[in-house]
C-alpha cells in the first residue's frame, strides 16, 4: 500500500471516530433528560463505557495478532456506527448503560489498533509524527461539536442529528479502513502482554496518561453540562466548551511534533502540566460566558500533545512490543474512567458541575511534581 494512503487513512479514522465523540459531548445533556436521570447516572454511564473499554484493550493485542489490527479497525468502526441507531430509543438508564458498555469495547479495541498503526508509520518514517495524528481526533471532535451545537440550535432530534451523520461516516471510515497496511513489525520482543514490571518511564507515561484522561475526559463529559447549568446558556452556546476545547487541541497538536523536538520532552511535558492548570484555575474561579471560553481554550493548549507523546514514547521501549505499550497507555487512559464518572458525578450532584474540575487540579499538579522528581527518566 502507498505510503502516503496509510497515512491519510490512519487520518481519517482518527477524526471519523472523534466525530462520532462530537456528537456525544453536545448531546450529553440531550441524553441526560431523555434517560431522566441526574449527574450521578450519567457518570454510571460513563463507568460502563470504560469498564467496555477496559476490556477490550486488554484482549486486544492477542485480537490484532490473530486477525490483523486493519481488520479489527473495520469491525469497530462499522459496530459501534451501527450502535447509534438505538441511543435515541432508550429511555432506561440500566439498559443504556449496557449500549454504553459495548461502545465502550468498539472504543477500546479501536484505540489500540489505530494508535499501533500510527506507531508503525512514526517508525517507519523516522520522526515525531503521533502529535500530527492525533491532530485529526481533535479535529473530528471539533467539527462534530460544531455541526451537533448547530443542530441543537436548529432544534433538530438526536435521531435525525445521527442519521446525517451516518450516511456520510460509514463509507467514509470503511474506505480509510481498506487502505490500511497489514501489520508489520516484528513481535520479538521479550514483553508480549503487559503483565510484567513495568520500568519508570512506563510508570511516568502512565501518570501522565491519567491526568490527561480525567482533563480530556472531563471536558467531554461535563463540559457541555457545565456551560448549560453553570454559566446558563442554551442552544449552540451548550457546546462552546468542547468547540473551544478542541480548538486549542487542534492547534496545540498541529505544532506538538516541532515543539517536542525543539524544546525536549522534559520541558515540552512541563509548559503543556503549567498550562492545565492555569486553565482548570480560570475554570473554577470566573464562572462567565467569556471566561469559560478563555479557561477551556488555555486548558486545551495544555492537554493537546500529552497522551500523543505517551503512544510515541511508549511505542518505543526497547524490550516492549509496541502494541502492549500501546496496550498500558490506552488502559491508563480509560481506567481512570472506571472509578472517576461515578466519582464526579457524586461531586457534582452535592457541590454542582464546576466541582468537577477540582480533582484534574490536583491530578494535574501531581504530574507536574512526578515529572520533575524522575526528570532523568525523560
Known sequence: MDKLSDIISVKGLYFSMAFYVGLWTVRIPTIKDQLNTDYLGIGFVFTTFAIGSLLAMVLANYFIKKYSSKFIILLAMIIQALLWLLVSFINSVEIFMILSFTFGICFGIFEVAINLQASKIEIREKKSMMSGFHVFWSLGVLFGAILTSLFLQWQISIFNNI???????????????????????????????IFFVWPTLIFLLVLLSIGNALVEGGVDSWGALYMKDVIGVNGFNVGIATIFFNISMVIGRFSGDYLRDKL??????????????????????????????????????????????????????????????????????????????????????????????????????????TINFYKNKL
Not at 474540575?357 to 499538579?365: D, E, N, Q, Y
Request: overall charge neutral; charged content about 5%; some cysteine.
Open 264 to 369: 525536549g520532552v522534559y520541558f515540552f511535558i512541563n509548559i503543556l502540566l503549567f498550562l492545565c492548570l492555569i486553565g482548570i484555575l480560570i475554570i473554577l474561579y470566573f464562572e462567565n460566558l467569556i471566561f469559560a471560553i478563555i479557561g477551556f481554550s488555555i486548558l486545551g493548549l495544555g492537554i493537546s500533545s500529552i497522551v500523543p507523546l505517551a503512544y510515541s514514547l511508549a511505542s518505543k521501549v526497547e524490550g516492549i512490543e509496541s502494541a502492549v505499550g500501546i496496550t498500558i497507555i490506552s488502559i491508563a487512559v480509560y481506567g481512570i474512567f472506571m472509578v472517576a464518572p461515578a466519582a464526579l458525578g457524586i461531586l457534582a450532584n452535592l457541590y454542582g458541575v464546576s466541582v468537577v474540575f477540582a480533582p484534574m487540579f490536583v491530578v494535574s499538579l501531581i504530574c507536574i511534581l
Open 163 to 193: 442519521i446525517i451523520y451516518l450516511v456520510f461516516l460509514i463509507p467514509f471510515s470503511f474506505f480509510c479502513s481498506i487502505s490500511l497496511s497489514r501489520d508489520s513489525l516484528s513481535t520479538n520482543s521479550d514483553k508480549k502482554n
